[in-house]
């Protein structure tokens, strides 16, 4: 993993005098005693974290914590009262007016919440935008917003005005005028916030399959946690302009550094979270297909399970065997492969446990996990479903 963008000790108050305020702060002012005797705000206090190449990183906290300050510094339409901001290795807080310039043109996009389009050009015109600033010649620039609004959905409405269009749709305008100029970095200030659920969970939807095609980095920014842990590879919650937790949402989920994050995440619903590869287990006994009725029976007693998972030598899943059948098989001169029962359910490790609850209640089998290639990884037991969730 090589490391986009890195941001230390990054700080922004707002006011007349925001390097003799900084000197309060490090002296030990909080945020509001620092407005109450200077005047001044402090947007966000000493906030350090990387974002790594092709990363979703979600910036997450309630209204006011700091969250649109700190990603307006990150293309420098904050400049920030201290701290240093590295893309690509260079400190961008130091580039001078040219280079700025370029930096925004060429490596970074901004989606806002409430869209930002020109209301008097058309569809196309408003993607065109960026690539005609940058010179791009007519054609050229034309192609490519079309090909960007056709990879947001929005084929056929080149010629119209965002009037004409609905929140959802002037927000997908709002992506492929981002993605148009092929920046590295894109950064979203709650682009959905505005939107209706059904449409916004759409957009949601969209957006993974757009950075899964186009692999940008994206720094996500949300007030909704459900938003965050969905869509973020890495969440990092702020509050009061610090930041007081960086990690994946199950890391968040498990271990809450805080009271303020335990109740942050209460509202997280778990089942839309955690996914089979969290929840499942080896299990004590497997089976291989080449070890014969005795070895299955012994596997199952000691371990005092009732059935057991057979593979193969490749460790590719070939059923399931129970401990009366290989009994009975025994008797009957029969093999393993003759008994081999294949009504359980299987899943693959990236499903969530929202989708194994109906599989898992009506089940006797535990779920078999298997990747892509039929491999078997664990095992997930009913009981760890319904823990998951709660
Ligand atoms: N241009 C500004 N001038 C003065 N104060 C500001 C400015 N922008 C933001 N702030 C203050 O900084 C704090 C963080 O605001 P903001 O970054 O907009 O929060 P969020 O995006 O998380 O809702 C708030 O107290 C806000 O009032
Ligand atoms: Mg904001």
Redesign the pocket.
Known sequence: MTVKVKVENLT?I??RHPKATLKKLKGGLT?EEILKQTGH????NNVSFDVNDGEMFVIM????????????CLNML?VPTEGSIEVNGEDIVKYNKQELREFRQKKVAMVFQHFGLLTHRTVIRNVEYGLEIRGVPKEERYEKAKNMLATVGLEGWEDKYPSELSGGMQQRVGLARALANDPDILLM??PFSALDPLIRRDMQLELLDIQAKLKKTIIF?T?DVNEAFKLGDRVAV?KD?VIEQIGTPEEILANPVNEYIENFVQDVDKSKVVQAKHILFKPSALVSIKDGLKVAVKEMKTNGISSVFVVDSERKLRGLVTIDDTIKAMQDGKTLKDILIKDYFTTDPETYVQDLISKASSSKYPIAVVDETDKFMGIIMRVSVLSALT
Do not use: C, P, Q
Request: no cysteine; charged share 20%; aromatic share 4%.
């Open positions: 922004k707002f006011g945020k705000t402090v947007g966000i906290g309630l209204s006011g914590s700091g969250k649109s300050t700190l990603i307006r904050n200030d709650e920014i007030h702020m302009g």
